[in-house]
């Protein structure tokens, strides 16, 4: 059974990077599959920030473009993002999960990352 | 970038009775539309995808329908577990894949 696991920090000072790692357990990351991540601040909804493909082709939200990094590491099972010069805004539960297509299949438990100095 | 809407905002129902939840785009998403479910403190979870193919283990009395801009979520029978917020999201024209600001289906 596929299971997604996010870690990273949950504190991260603004204007620093947000670095996540998910490790993907129970199913390869070099299936025709694509990983994402997507993020809900608290009490809010869900917003998408950016998937990778098992070609290495990545895409990402434009309103989050230039501050987005997602990357692949088949090796060790796992996929991260990097989301540079935080702030507030950026302060949420960040979840990693599996996409077919264009939906997600599978969902890590989320990782709150809380953005304050 | 496509916006959903979703309505109500919040939905009052009591067990047993068959709520229907609503989503609209702004433009066609043809029938690349997902519900998914998510209760406090947990991640979403897929529950209709193709506007109306139930994802893996769902229960028959989730059924979706629509296409183009309308689109609903019919849940038959309302059982005590089933209250939580669903959301929709198309997967049509991206990036970025977007998602409805959800329902909450609470307790009346």
């Known amino acids: 059974q596929l299971q997604l696991q996010e870690s990273g920090p949950g504190l991260v000072k603004p204007s620093e990077p947000l670095s996540l790692t998910c490790i993907v357990s129970?199913?390869?990351?070099?299936?025709?599959?694509?990983w994402g991540w997507i993020r809900q601040p608290p009490g809010k909804g869900l917003e998408w920030i950016g998937s990778?493909?098992?070609?290495?082709?990545?895409f990402y939200n434009p309103s989050l473009k230039s501050r987005v990094t997602i990357s692949v590491d088949t090796s060790k099972h796992q996929f991260s993002l990097k989301l540079s010069s935080v702030t507030a805004a950026d302060t949420a539960v960040y979840y990693c999960?599996?996409?077919?297509?264009?939906?997600?299949?599978?969902w890590g438990q989320g990782t709150l990352v809380t953005v304050s100095s | 970038e496509i916006v959903m809407t979703q309505s109500p905002v919040t939905l009052s129902v009591s067990p047993g009775e068959s709520p229907t939840l609503s989503c609209r785009a702004s433009?066609?998403?043809?029938?690349?539309l997902a519900w998914y479910q998510q209760k406090p403190g947990q991640a979403p979870r897929l529950l209709i995808y193709?506007?109306?193919t139930r994802a893996t283990g769902i229960p028959a009395r989730f059924s979706g329908s629509g296409s183009g801009t309308e689109f609903t979520l019919t849940i038959s029978s309302l059982q005590s577990e089933d209250f939580a917020v669903y959301y929709c999201?198309?997967?049509?024209?991206?990036?970025?894949?977007?998602f409805g600001q959800g329902t909450k289906l609470e307790i009346k």
């Open positions: 999201q198309q997967y049509n024209n991206w990036p970025p894949y977007t």
């Open positions: 999960a599996r996409g077919v297509i264009g939906f997600m299949d599978s």
């Open positions: 990778i493909y098992y070609s290495g082709n990545t």
């Open positions: 129970g199913g390869s990351l070099s299936s025709s599959y694509f």
């Open positions: 193709g506007a109306s």
């Open positions: 433009q066609s998403v043809s029938n690349k």
